[in-house]
């Protein structure tokens, strides 16, 4: 059953923790994504990924780091940097060449919350 | 970079009735818009997609317009049904600064169908 997976899907961190968000894909994309999403607002764009081991920055990268070892693999780490970390974080792949036309498919996201 | 704005942000419509979004758009490069929709907890999905050599599309009760002179694209649900209540999101795909292309989201639109 091929798809993306996110978990946890609900997480818990305290202030002035790092958090580490997993995001798997067995779609065999090259391409990978994380948007956050906000009440009332549409997603925007923190990182992404077109091939193993390289990534760029999205719109809201600050407070905010990726990994891409592995081409099924991008975890998010939030960082005690984020100032307002708390949100609804999407996972998304596409296949390469990233162009228009080329599906984005989401996960279905955790919802991170500081306490 | 791409601006996309979306209308209305909510839209109730009895049931059977058709409901319509709008969406504009700012950069003229942008050439791909597709229309996504989200339930409650779940990453979005793809429903329908455009193209900016097309100016209309159709899928079954789900259909797209696209105005590239006047930057503005539509989505229209005919017969609506209680399981279409959701929140939706149009996009626009145009190239960026790192040579690849991403998608920017409008803010969404929360249909809600009355029985």
């Known amino acids: 059953d091929g798809g993306i997976t996110q978990s946890p899907k609900y997480l818990f961190r305290k202030e002035g923790q790092n958090v580490t968000l997993s995001c798997e894909q067995n779609?065999?994309?090259?391409?990978m994504y994380w948007y956050r999403q906000d009440p009332g607002q549409g997603l925007r764009l923190i990182y992404y990924?077109?091939?193993?081991?390289?990534?760029q920055k999205g719109d809201i990268a600050e407070g905010y780091s990726v990994s891409r070892e592995k081409k099924e693999s991008f975890p998010l780490t939030v960082t005690s940097a984020q100032k307002n970390p708390t949100a609804f974080y999407l996972c998304?792949?596409?296949?390469?060449?990233?162009?228009?036309?080329?599906?984005?498919?989401f996960g279905p996201g955790t919802r991170l919350t500081v306490l | 970079g791409e601006n996309v704005e979306q209308h209305p942000s909510t839209l109730s419509v009895q049931e059977g009735d058709s409901a319509v979004i709008k969406c504009t758009y700012s950069?003229?490069?942008?050439?791909?818009f597709p229309w996504y929709k989200q339930e409650l907890g779940k990453g979005p999905q793809l429903i329908i997609d455009?193209?900016?050599?097309?100016g209309e599309k159709k899928d079954q009760r789900i259909a797209v317009t696209l105005n590239k002179t006047a930057k503005h694209f539509s989505l229209h649900i005919t017969e609506t049904q209680p399981e279409d209540s959701a929140v939706y999101f149009c996009?626009?795909?145009?190239?960026?600064?790192?040579?690849?292309?991403?998608?920017?989201f409008g803010k969404g639109t929360k249909l809600s169908v009355i029985p």
């Open positions: 998304a792949s596409s296949m390469l060449p990233v162009r228009p036309g080329d599906e984005q498919f």
């Open positions: 779609l065999n994309h090259d391409a």
């Open positions: 990924s077109q091939i193993v081991n390289d990534f």
């Open positions: 950069d003229s490069a942008s050439n791909y």
């Open positions: 455009i193209r900016s050599n097309v």
């Open positions: 996009a626009a795909s145009g190239p960026s600064g790192a040579g690849s292309y991403q998608l920017t």
